[in-house]
């Protein structure tokens, strides 16, 4: 079956880089968009970005432009995310979700979530 | 950046009820809506694609419709594994956005 696991929680310092890891397994991995979506406590869901396996274009929030760095590993199956500059309010939960290549597909597959904490 | 406004907040409803949860979009999103299940320390899950679309393995009491600029979710029964929150998402253009939540309360 279809599965995305997420690398491990992480603390780190303000200003300081973080960086996620989503593997995939199960599927094609280039037949599937792989989107980031983040949570912060108590707090509905944010859309980050998204990445194209296939050929490595990529798409991100205005908001995140310029800290964010998403990447991928074909011969690994695996998604990277990396988030600079961090600040308190970068504090969340992290998911990977896939999305196919269809129009109008949902987020269909989720991977469980890195926490990341920004603390002094 | 289309904005996703969903209605209500929050509801209490009792096993058994009929439950519509709405969501509106700041301008027509040509029926790119998704809707997802969240409990509490868990990632989000696929209910209803493309507004209307059950994915696999979804209980049929869980229903999607609309189109432009307004979308519904309907569950028909609620039961007992259904407490949780909802979330609309539209995909129709970049950035993708979600509404902000309604969580489902028992009475």
């Known amino acids: 079956q279809a599965q995305l696991v997420q690398s491990g929680a992480e603390v780190k310092k303000p200003g300081a880089s973080v960086k996620f890891s989503c593997k995939a397994s199960?599927?094609?991995?280039?037949?599937?968009?792989v989107h980031w979506v983040r949570q912060a406590p108590g707090q509905g869901l944010e859309w980050m970005g998204l990445i194209n396996p296939s050929d490595g274009n990529t798409g991100y929030a205005q908001m995140f432009q310029g800290r964010v760095t998403m990447t991928r590993d074909t011969s690994t199956s695996t998604v990277s995310m990396e988030l600079s500059s961090l600040r308190f309010e970068d504090t969340a939960v992290y998911y990977c979700?896939?999305?196919?290549?269809?129009?109008?597909?949902?987020?269909?597959?989720w991977g469980q979530g890195t926490t990341v904490t920004v603390s002094s | 950046d289309i904005q996703m406004t969903q209605s209500p907040s929050s509801l209490s409803a009792s096993v058994g009820d009929r439950v519509t949860i709405t969501c509106r979009a700041s301008?027509?999103?040509?029926?790119?809506l998704a809707w997802y299940q969240q409990k509490p320390g868990k990632a989000p899950k696929l209910l209803v694609y493309?507004?209307?679309r059950l994915e696999s393995g979804v209980p049929s009491r869980f229903s999607g419709s609309g189109s432009g600029t307004d979308y519904t979710l309907s569950i028909s029964s609620l039961q007992p594994e259904d407490f949780a929150t909802y979330y609309c998402?539209?995909?129709?253009?970049?950035?993708?956005?979600f509404g902000q939540g309604t969580k489902v309360e028992l009475k």
């Open positions: 199960g599927y094609t991995f280039t037949s599937y968009f």
């Open positions: 998402e539209q995909s129709y253009s970049t950035p993708q956005t």
């Open positions: 301008q027509a999103v040509n029926s790119a």
């Open positions: 493309a507004a209307s």
């Open positions: 979700a896939r999305r196919s290549m269809r129009f109008y597909s949902g987020l269909d597959v």
